[in-house]
């Protein structure tokens, strides 16, 4: 049997939660792969990065906030088969940060309560994790 060689791709998400225990989720933008779908901050692990100094540099650069390692919490992760790619993507948990939150990048945000996110369509890799936000809030 012959190996079959996948290209596997890691990338850090957080579920920021406000105090009334709402998740923030963005909306792809236009031109984008997967565009108009609903997602949770985050981005690529880029060489030399770990999950949580990703979701740093991403939080700044998405949504203009502050944030440290030390008030991001694992809670799950996600692992998803594409077409032409393997989606590895753990989800972090993060309640505090400085700053306002505000798009950086012209996509939309919304705060919604954890048992309404599987109203907004998602990339099948982040489906999953719904459950996991909602049994925890």
């Not at 998400?13 to 997967?34: K, N, S, T």
């Not at 060489?47 to 949504?63: D, F, Q, V, Y």
């Not at 919304?110 to 099948?124: A, C, I, Q």
Request: aromatic share 6%; with cysteine.
């Amino acid at each position: 049997m012959q190996a079959v060689s996948v290209k596997i791709v890691l990338v850090a998400a957080c579920a920021l939660i406000d105090a009334d225990g709402r998740v923030l989720i963005a909306q792809r933008p236009p031109g984008r792969q997967m565009a108009g779908l609903w997602e949770f901050p985050g981005g690529k692990v880029e060489a030399g990065e770990t999950p949580e100094t990703t979701l740093i540099r991403e939080l700044k650069e998405e949504l203009g906030i502050i944030d440290n390692e030390a008030c991001l919490a694992p809670l799950t992760f996600a692992s998803h088969g594409y077409a032409d790619f393997h989606l590895v993507m753990p989800l972090y948990v993060c309640r505090r940060w400085d700053g306002t939150v505000r798009a950086q990048e012209g996509q939309e945000l919304v705060w919604v309560r954890p048992n309404r996110l599987k109203d907004y369509p998602m990339p099948p890799a982040d489906v999953p994790l719904i459950s996991h936000l909602t049994a925890l809030l």
